[in-house]
């Protein structure tokens, strides 16, 4: 099956447009502006493309999509190629599509086939699929640009190692979904009026706008659309734009305060009592114009109590509840409409949601304090006798130290314990005291518990001592480490992954194990040659700052002392801190060599 992809855009959103057998499938790099299309090869009526001399490189497909009535008019789809190699990627596109309709055209439809081909073009791509981040170069590509560390880990791993790009993006799918999860954002719409700054050049006022500007102008206001078309030509367009941001409407649509001092303009001024989309604006007191919206949940409906709210008697509304200052007003709703605009030019998150949510919002206005506990669900055991577990074998304690001496148990304490050193866990029950196994609580298990308490807090005073030593090492060193850190235990990971489910002997191991395998064995030469540069890393600082010690006591007088001489890092903290990877290393040497010695035998 040959696929032919190129990145095009479509309605000025940037995507890839993929032949993939019979079918033509685009799908946007970002989620939501324009839905992905499937079009079946079959379904293509016409097909045709920009010249070879025009700057413009296009190709428009006429064709009528699945589930469509057959009535229905013709649609046409034209894609840009934005790549470098635009004209090459689009002759290599046009050549395939056109052979690919004529093979489809060529080919009786049948039932089957042409179910088949509604079913695929109808099925939703899935962005997010494992197969489809795996194979996604230029998704790849983009991740290792924003992380340095996993580009110097890949680098080392595929492309000076054994491990293939495919082992190495398997483990990482979710860094691969989130980044292009993190691609898909998109900035959301902003006023432009208040995003046009102006500069001051040779004591004139400039503003710089762009055509982009001008067309998101004229979306957002409807109303500077209406005075633009009905002006110009008569007026220049640079003579309506610099008019325009000195005028009184400009102020009223940015959301600014108009103030009798603004300067007045004939043209502009015609225009200031229009709502922001072109409409005359009705006389006070009559009907207000409302901006339909197609469902408002009663929970939060504000007008759906409007019969119940008697204005005319009792209390005084709150301050915050009453109409604020009327030259405020022709604002407020200016500031209003611009933000239901911008919002309504955001594509939703979820667009296939229910849009009845009344009882979303009544389940979430629950008092969940006031409901009852669930039940407990307890699990029954049955016990056959249950005084073994209450009554006690040994002597009350008041009873077995009754007739005891104080002075005379302290005084044959101290002269037991002496006076040298002793351990405490010598004091402890040894494990092998542990002979009755009816003993609820045997003297083995207690020393277990004991020694594992003490690995516990060893290791975690270990952890500690090797977070201090990691600030003690330079940027260069700990670089280095971190980068034989996490190459090695990608080569261990592999090396596991595929030692394990590898054929046992008599068939001989695969050819990507034995690369592993010598890779490790050259870890530990890695591993040796940055605790060497840590210690020169060391030495350098050593004389570096034994240097600026000299200098300062023929300056000063005043000897240095021996602990201004030390300086952290080197060989041991490199040692230290790898220990364990070390250790990992020699034991997936052993398990290889041991492999290798069961196989020759």
């Not at 494992?130 to 230029?138: A, H, I, P, R, W």
């Not at 005028?247 to 502009?268: A, C, E, H, Q, W």
């Not at 072109?278 to 469902?295: F, L, S, Y």
């Not at 600030?471 to 996490?486: R, Y």
């Amino acid at each position: 099956m040959t696929t032919v992809r190129a990145l095009t855009s479509l309605k000025k959103v940037t995507g890839t447009l993929e032949l993939t057998g019979n079918i033509v499938t685009w799908t946007p790099s970002v989620v939501g502006p324009v839905a992905p299309i499937s079009i079946p090869a079959a379904s293509i009526e016409n097909l045709q493309a920009t010249p070879a001399t025009s700057a413009k490189v296009m190709v428009k497909i006429f064709c009528k999509l699945p589930n469509t009535a057959p009535d229905a008019p013709t649609e046409s789809f034209v894609f840009s190629f934005v790549s470098p190699a635009a004209r090459e990627e689009a002759d290599v596109m046009k050549d395939a599509l056109g052979a690919t309709i004529a093979a489809a055209k060529a080919t009786p439809v049948t039932a089957e086939s042409a179910a088949a081909a509604a079913a695929a073009a109808a099925a939703p791509s899935d962005f997010w699929s494992t197969s489809k981040l795996q194979g996604d170069m230029e998704l790849q590509m983009s991740l290792l640009k924003a992380d340095p560390a996993l580009s110097n880990t890949f680098k080392e791993a595929v492309m000076e190692g054994p491990i293939t790009s495919e082992q190495f993006w398997s483990t990482r799918t979710h860094l691969l979904r989130a980044h292009a999860l993190e691609k898909a954002q998109q900035r959301g719409p902003q006023n432009v009026l208040a995003a046009v700054r102006s500069t001051t050049v040779d004591g004139q006022t400039r503003i710089s706008l762009s055509r982009e500007q001008i067309k998101e102008i004229f979306t957002q206001h409807p109303l500077v659309k209406t005075v633009y078309d009905e002006n110009v030509p008569r007026v220049t367009e640079d003579q309506f734009w610099s008019r325009f941001f000195l005028s009184r409407l400009f102020k009223k649509l940015k959301g600014d305060k108009l103030l009798p001092s603004d300067t007045n303009d004939n043209i502009f001024d015609r225009y200031l009592t229009r709502d922001s989309d072109g409409t005359e604006r009705v006389a006070a007191g009559g009907p207000k114009k409302k901006r339909k919206i197609e469902h408002v949940p009663l929970t939060i409906d504000l007008a759906g109590n409007e019969m119940d709210v008697t204005r005319g008697r009792g209390n005084a509304p709150d301050l915050t509840m009453r109409p604020s200052a009327v030259e405020n007003v022709p604002i407020i709703h200016t500031l209003n409409s611009l933000s239901a605009k911008l919002v309504d030019l955001v594509a939703p998150a979820d667009p296939t949601r229910d849009q009845n949510t009344d009882e979303t919002y009544a389940a979430g206005m629950k008092l969940a304090d006031l409901a009852d506990d669930d039940e407990e669900e307890r699990i029954m055991l049955n016990i056959q006798d249950q005084r073994q577990f209450f009554a006690s074998t040994d002597a009350p304690e008041e009873t077995r130290f009754a007739g005891l001496d104080p002075a005379t148990v302290l005084g044959d304490l101290r002269s037991q314990l002496g006076d040298t050193d002793f351990s405490i866990a010598s004091l402890l029950p040894a494990a092998d005291d542990d002979n009755d196994p009816d003993d609820p609580n045997p003297s083995g298990s207690f020393h277990l518990a004991t020694s594992q308490i003490t690995a516990t807090i060893a290791s975690s005073s270990l952890l500690s001592s090797s977070a201090l030593s990691i600030s003690t090492l330079p940027p260069a060193v700990l670089t280095s480490l971190t980068s034989v850190h996490s190459t090695t235990l990608e080569f261990l990971h592999h090396f596991w992954t595929t030692f394990l489910s590898a054929p046992t002997s008599p068939t001989p191991a695969p050819a990507n194990l034995v690369k592993l395998a010598n890779t490790l064995k050259n870890c530990k030469a890695r591993i040796e040659a940055v605790a060497k540069f840590a210690e020169d890393q060391r030495a350098i600082e050593m004389a570096n700052r034994k240097k600026v010690l000299q200098e300062e006591y023929k300056r000063t007088g005043i000897k240095p002392r021996k602990r201004d001489l030390e300086v952290g890092g080197g060989r041991k903290v490199v040692e230290e801190l790898l220990r364990a990877l070390e250790r990992a290393v020699e034991k997936a040497g052993a398990a290889w060599e041991e492999a290798v010695r069961e196989e020759a035998e």
